[in-house]
């Protein structure tokens, strides 16, 4: 988007939003009785921002910044992991405590990984055929029907991934009920300023895409 006044800016913004979330995710936080990992607090913007990138710019635009999210968070991974091998000064003592919040496991990076690219790329899919559909109307039914799909895969495949096995079945199916319910409420809440944004950035900008003849293949670059 060469002409662009705020794409970068927006894509700068999803990108850490999501690195944030995945550094923060680490802490389980109680909100109201209901345990979730704080992330919770800034993780549904990515979404939103994804349902601006995708309502104003279009799927391929949005697909550009979802993969530079990906590979963002992968350099950030590998940075940590580095930072966590590399042999302490005598003086640190805090080793052990940088392991623990920053460090990761295996299966845990690719619960996330898999999680991410499949929500988010569900999430900008149903939101850009619903706009063709509807012929740009009711955006609240796109933004909003597209996060039930979008962070409703999203949360099953990174807590069935991640916890199957580790924790109880009933456990497990509570934790995906609970972050889905949580990151839609959220969504919804937001929805009047979603609005806000997506009217100015197309008056501003002068551009409202319809993908309509829009190849979906998530991978096409």
């Given at each position: 988007?060469?002409?662009?006044k705020?794409?970068?800016?927006i894509?700068a913004?999803?990108v850490t939003?999501l690195?944030?979330s995945?550094?923060i995710?680490?802490?389980i936080?109680?909100?109201g009785g209901?345990f979730?990992?704080?992330?919770?607090?800034?993780?549904p913007i990515?979404?939103?921002?994804?349902d601006?990138?995708t309502?104003?710019?279009?799927?391929?635009a949005?697909?550009?910044v979802?993969?530079?999210?990906f590979?963002c968070n992968l350099l950030?991974?590998?940075?940590i992991?580095?930072g966590?091998?590399?042999?302490?000064?005598?003086?640190?003592?805090n080793?052990s405590?940088?392991?623990t919040?920053?460090?990761?496991?295996?299966?845990?990076?690719?619960a996330s990984?898999?999680?991410?690219?499949?929500?988010?790329?569900a999430n900008?899919?149903?939101?850009?055929?619903?706009k063709?559909?509807?012929?740009?109307?009711?955006?609240?039914?796109r933004?909003?029907?597209?996060?039930?799909v979008?962070e409703?895969?999203d949360s099953?495949?990174?807590i069935?991934?991640?916890?199957t096995?580790?924790?109880?079945?009933?456990?497990v199916?509570?934790l995906?009920?609970?972050?889905?319910?949580?990151?839609?409420?959220?969504e919804t809440?937001l929805?009047?300023?979603?609005?806000l944004?997506?009217?100015?950035?197309k008056?501003?900008?002068?551009?409202d895409v319809?993908d309509s003849?829009t190849?979906?293949?998530p991978?096409?670059m």
């Amino acid at each position: 988007m060469p002409n662009s006044k705020f794409y970068q800016l927006i894509s700068a913004l999803f990108v850490t939003c999501l690195i944030i979330s995945n550094i923060i995710a680490v802490k389980i936080g109680s909100f109201g009785g209901y345990f979730l990992p704080v992330a919770v607090i800034l993780f549904p913007i990515t979404y939103i921002i994804g349902d601006v990138l995708t309502e104003v710019y279009g799927f391929a635009a949005a697909r550009r910044v979802i993969w530079i999210g990906f590979f963002c968070n992968l350099l950030a991974v590998i940075a940590i992991w580095i930072g966590i091998k590399i042999t302490p000064a005598p003086f640190f003592q805090n080793q052990s405590a940088f392991e623990t919040i920053l460090g990761f496991t295996p299966r845990l990076l690719v619960a996330s990984f898999v999680a991410y690219l499949v929500g988010q790329f569900a999430n900008s899919l149903v939101l850009a055929k619903m706009k063709v559909k509807t012929q740009g109307k009711y955006l609240w039914m796109r933004t909003i029907g597209s996060t039930i799909v979008g962070e409703g895969l999203d949360s099953v495949i990174f807590i069935t991934l991640a916890f199957t096995g580790v924790m109880p079945g009933t456990v497990v199916g509570s934790l995906i009920v609970t972050q889905w319910i949580f990151k839609v409420l959220f969504e919804t809440v937001l929805t009047p300023v979603t609005y806000l944004v997506v009217g100015y950035l197309k008056k501003t900008e002068k551009i409202d895409v319809y993908d309509s003849e829009t190849s979906f293949n998530p991978i096409k670059m």
